[in-house]
């Protein structure tokens, strides 16, 4: 069974940081060949691609809105991929998915909820 578990989500004020995690487990082929992804869903918006790092981790991709705020990073020892959040806006409020893609197929976490509010 297939299972993405997201962690770190959290209320923070506008300016701080959050630290996402995502753990990998059941997948049918080696972590390491996955594209591993961060979307969000911020209320009343539709689900938006936000960071994508590749299977060996040397490229990464961000979507305009947080470039220079956010990193993606994984171990693929671990089965892992972070999201680093710094500097945190209003707008970022949203439900964080992970995603692991290997093409044709891809698997998503639940989410977790991240509120950027004073």
């Known amino acids: 069974q297939v299972q993405l578990v997201e962690s770190g989500g959290g209320l923070v004020q506008p300016g701080g940081s959050l630290r996402l995690a995502c753990a990998a487990s059941?997948?049918?082929?080696?972590?390491?060949?996955?594209?591993m992804r961060w979307y969000r869903q911020g209320p009343g918006k539709e689900r938006e691609l936000v960071a994508t790092i590749t299977s060996g981790g040397a490229f990464t991709v961000y979507t305009n809105a947080v470039k220079g705020r956010f990193t993606i990073s994984r171990d693929n020892a671990k089965n892992t991929v972070s999201l680093q959040m710094n500097s945190l806006k209003p707008e970022d409020t949203a439900v964080y998915y992970c995603?692991?893609?290997?093409?044709?197929?891809?698997?998503w976490g639940q989410g977790t909820q991240v509120t950027v509010s004073s």
């Open positions: 059941g997948l049918p082929f080696n972590f390491n060949q996955y594209i």
């Open positions: 995603n692991a893609l290997r093409t044709p197929v891809n698997y």
